[in-house]
């Protein structure tokens, strides 16, 4: 596909124009600065899904003046330090018009913080918009979808209530 780059592990890396296209589609605002930060995410780290959440995914964000709240799920942050990984993600975003606040996760963590009924994880499950996904994000919706059945996880004002 015209376009595409290859990772250093020969996986096909989506082009720079296809996130751009892919954020104008999920309705993002800012989808020029999200593809361009996503897309050397997506180089740096070979994520298996990056998902934005917080008030740019839910529509309630104030132009000029909301961050970009990101996760990224990838297992190049095994025995990095949470103040590591943050500080590494920042740098991706130093120097942007518009503040990324970007939280890196292994996909291990991710679903230890979603059996753990983490407001983070729930909240990016249940009103994220995922830009890109190897499949992993499939998985993570998924358990999240049972342990709202299981648990009767109700979404409230501030937070997640069990009903069950």
Known sequence: MPGRRSSSRGRCLPSREELLERARS????YAEEVADFCSAIIEAF?????????????????????????????DRFEGMDVRDRIGEL????AGRAILFEAL?????????????????????LHHG???YDRGFYKQ??????????ERGLVKIRK??????
């Open 46 to 74: 070979e994520p298996w899904c990056i998902i934005i959440h917080g008030s740019v995914a839910r529509g309630d964000y104030v132009l000029g003046r909301s961050d970009v709240d990101v996760l990224v799920i990838s």
């Open 104 to 124: 890196g996760f292994t996909r291990e963590e991710a679903l230890h913080m979603l059996e753990d009924l983490n407001l983070l994880m729930l909240d990016a």
């Open 90 to 93: 920042l740098s991706y975003g």
């Open 159 to 164: 937070g997640w209530m069990a009903t069950r």
């Open 140 to 149: 993570l919706k998924a358990r999240f979808e049972e342990l709202v059945a």
């Open 26 to 29: 999920l309705g993002l605002p």
């Open 129 to 131: 918009k995922v830009i």
